[in-house]
C-alpha cells in the first residue's frame, strides 16, 4: 500500500476555504484516493474518492495533480462543525483483498 | 435507521473478564470490519470478514477472536482482557473488502480497570 503523509494539524477560522495537501508518492497505476473524516466520538465517514483530476461532491472538492504523487482536499468555507480529523487514504479499490488502512490523518480545528 | 449498530457504546471492565461487542449492519454488504483506535488515536484494523469467512487477521492476540453468525453480523469476543485493551472498537462495513465507501459504527469505548 502506498504510504501517505499529511500534516498532523492545522487551524482555520470560520468561513475559510481549509485545504489539506497528502502526499503519497508511491501511488500505484490502479490505486484510487480516498478521504475520511472523524469527528470526536465518533466512527470515521467517507467523504470523497478520486483517481485523477478534480471530484467534486455536496462536501468537498478533491484536487489530484497528474503524477498523481499528491492530493488536496478542499473544504470551503469552513465552520466550527468541520472540526474533526481528516484521513487521507490510497489503495486499489478493484483488488478485492485491500482494507481500509488509515494514517495519523489531520487535525482540523475550525476557530470562531 | 442506524448503519452500523454496535453494543455496548461504553464497556468498563476489570482486568480478566471476558465482554464481548457486537456489530450489526443493515445495509446488505459482503464485508464486515473491527478497527480498533488507541489513546493515541490511531486506527489499525484487527480483522476483515467476507460473507461470513475471515478474510484478514491481523497481529492481534489470540484473546480477541471474531464471529460471524451471518452476513449482517460481526461480533468481536475478548478474553481475559488487558490493561493494554482499552481503546475504541469500531465496527464496519463495505459492500466488497477494497478502498470503497465503508460505513463505521459509533464505536464501542472499553475502559479495562
Known amino acids: 500500500l502506498a504510504k501517505t503523509t499529511q500534516p498532523i494539524s492545522m487551524d482555520s477560522y470560520e468561513g475559510q476555504e481549509v485545504n489539506i495537501t497528502c502526499s503519497h508518492n508511491?501511488?500505484?497505476?490502479?490505486?484510487?484516493i480516498t478521504w475520511y473524516q472523524q469527528f470526536p466520538s465518533q466512527g470515521p465517514r467517507f467523504i470523497i474518492q478520486?483517481?485523477?483530476t478534480k471530484v467534486t461532491n455536496e462536501v468537498a472538492s478533491l484536487f489530484i495533480p497528474a503524477d498523481r504523487k499528491s492530493s488536496t482536499l478542499s473544504l470551503p468555507r469552513v465552520s466550527l462543525s468541520d472540526t474533526a480529523v481528516y484521513y487521507c487514504?490510497?489503495?486499489?479499490?478493484?483488488?478485492?483483498?485491500?482494507?481500509?488502512?488509515f494514517g495519523k490523518g489531520t487535525r482540523l480545528s475550525v476557530i470562531a | 435507521d442506524t448503519a452500523v449498530s454496535q453494543t455496548p457504546k461504553y464497556l468498563v471492565t476489570q482486568m480478566g473478564n471476558d465482554k464481548s461487542i457486537k456489530c450489526e449492519q443493515n445495509?446488505?454488504?459482503?464485508?464486515m470490519y473491527w478497527y480498533k483506535q488507541d489513546s493515541k488515536k490511531f486506527l489499525k484494523i484487527m480483522f476483515s470478514?467476507?460473507?461470513?469467512?475471515?478474510?484478514i487477521n491481523e497481529t492481534v492476540p489470540n484473546r480477541f477472536s471474531p464471529k460471524s453468525p451471518d452476513k449482517a453480523h460481526l461480533n468481536l469476543h475478548i478474553n481475559s482482557l488487558e490493561l493494554g485493551d482499552s481503546a475504541v472498537y469500531f465496527c464496519?462495513?463495505?459492500?466488497?473488502?477494497?478502498?470503497?465507501?465503508?460505513?463505521f459504527g459509533q464505536g464501542t469505548r472499553l475502559t479495562v480497570v
Open positions: 487514504l490510497v489503495g486499489d479499490m478493484n483488488s478485492g483483498n485491500t482494507p481500509l488502512v
Open positions: 445495509l446488505g454488504h459482503d464485508t
Open positions: 464496519a462495513s463495505s459492500q466488497e473488502m477494497d478502498i470503497t465507501e465503508a460505513f
Open positions: 478520486g483517481y485523477k
Open positions: 508511491n501511488i500505484a497505476t490502479n490505486d484510487y
Open positions: 470478514y467476507n460473507n461470513k469467512e475471515l478474510i
